[in-house]
């Protein structure tokens, strides 16, 4: 066998799929694209290398450098989150769960959480992160004509509960938790209090969704490639310092010896990179993904789609829910896909079966880094009508999609605008 040509193989795969990201619209809600600087952190030597522990304090040498970027990168995430403590070793959004749930609870605790079924994430169930902790599970009641937790009754499951972690935060988030409420009370049993704020981070720290640790939360989590457009990887944010509490010192020992070894130095350059970034263009760029998701939820129900929370203005966030019909997700997101948008299936309230659901989730971030707005956003509910409704042939539709994508293949919200992130950086030559 001919190994040479196998790596080329999987080359050609990379290539391919550059271009044909390049020609899509892609709107899947946890992704989003690089920056230009963020980029080329990650083939720069720090990839190879290793770095236990924290800044100053290693056990292995050649570290000079990467303690500067290290201390930067925490310094920038304080700044940008207005937080006192954060940890940016974390690997990805679930790592810094499974850290958090390490340094939070025993095997046997209480927590209570979402259910999955309602937008909770794996991680807080007992397959996941939550499940391999050993935690006991007590789900909130939600209500699904608000797309939201039931305030009341996730109250009142907190007081019989007594959990040691009440947790919010959602993959399916809509509208912002009522979390000053809740909060309080999970204080008044003792709970501490963890928002997992995967999806939204780079809404908070634009301003434009709630301030999780302003209003009680502990603790917050979050991935930095959704809407924190860096390289992927996660966080851990909190208010307090380790000298002022001990759980803080806690979440240093989840992350590391806790969850991560060495944690992919190239990725916390980039991140600290994409924090700078998110310093200089988050606020412009967090207020026009939440108007382009608004227009587009409305553009789709003005079209006849069954947009979730229409009575309460469709989303507060990057993302947009709509129902296709009874076990039509995967049938719909097949057929976009054809036509070159990229969405997923997913659950909605009702849905029994992950594998089965009924609906489609969007999130716009992405199309609103390569520059669309409003009137872009009435443009691509026209694709998805032609699709869904008017059932016209999906290779046809492709045709308009690659000409419309054309025109948008230009980074914006970060320094270097303007560069084409699908292109392939050829090294070899
Ligand atoms: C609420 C929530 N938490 C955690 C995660 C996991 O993040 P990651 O993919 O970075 O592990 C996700 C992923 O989408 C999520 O939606």
């Known amino acids: ?130 499940g391999l902790r050993g935690v006991e599970l007590h789900t909130y009641p939600f209500d699904d004509e608000r797309m939201n937790i039931d305030i009341d009754g996730a109250a009142k499951v907190i007081r019989e509960v007594e959990p040691k972690v009440a947790l919010f935060g959602q993959s399916v988030f809509l509208f912002p938790t009522p979390l000053k409420e809740l909060a309080e009370v999970a204080h008044e049993v003792g709970a501490m209090v963890f928002y997992d704020a995967a999806h939204v981070l780079g809404l908070i720290a634009g301003g434009k969704f709630q301030q999780p640790l302003k209003e009680g939360a502990d603790v917050m989590t979050g991935s930095t490639h959704k809407t924190l457009p860096g390289p992927q990887g996660g966080m851990i944010l909190a208010n307090k310092t380790r000298e002022e509490e001990k759980y803080v010192r806690q979440l240093d020992w989840g992350v590391f010896p806790g969850v991560t070894s060495s944690y992919h130095l190239h990725h916390v350059a980039a991140k600290a990179i994409a924090f700078a970034e998110h310093l200089a263009f988050g606020k412009e760029y967090a207020e026009q993904i939440v108007r382009n998701a608004k227009k587009l939820a409305e553009e789709l129900y003005n079209m006849g789609f069954d947009v979730l929370g229409a009575n309460h203005g469709f989303t507060e966030s990057h993302q947009i829910l709509f129902k ?104 070899i030559k």
């Open 1 to 130: 066998m001919n190994f040479e040509e196998e790596a080329n193989f999987v080359r050609e795969m990379a290539i391919e799929n550059n271009k044909f990201f390049g020609e899509c619209l892609p709107m899947i809600a946890s992704e989003n694209i690089l920056s230009p600087m963020c980029q080329e952190m990650l083939i720069t030597d720090f990839h190879g290398r290793y770095a236990e522990g924290t800044p100053g304090q290693r056990y292995y040498q050649g570290c000079k450098y990467f303690d500067e970027v290290e201390k930067k990168g925490i310094e920038l995430a304080r700044k940008l989150f207005d937080a006192k403590y954060a940890d940016i070793r974390p690997t990805s959004g679930t790592v810094a769960n499974m850290a958090v749930f390490k340094a939070l609870t025993k095997p046997g605790d209480k927590v209570t959480v979402l259910d999955t079924a309602d937008g909770a994430h794996i991680s807080f169930g007992k397959w996941g992160a939550a």
């Open 324 to 427: 296709v019909g009874e076990k039509k997700g995967g049938w719909a997101a097949e057929e976009l896909e054809k036509a070159g948008i990229i969405a997923n299936m997913n659950m909605v309230p009702g849905d029994e079966h992950p594998l089965y659901p009924s609906g489609i989730r969007l999130g716009v971030q992405e199309l609103t880094r390569l520059g669309m707005k409003e009137a872009e956003m009435e443009e691509v509910a026209k694709f998805f009508k032609r699709v869904l409704v008017d059932g016209e042939d999906s290779g046809n539709v492709r045709k308009d999609v690659v000409k419309f994508k054309s025109n948008y293949r230009h980074i914006h919200y970060c320094f270097h605008e303007g560069e084409d992130p699908y292109a392939f950086h050829e090294l």
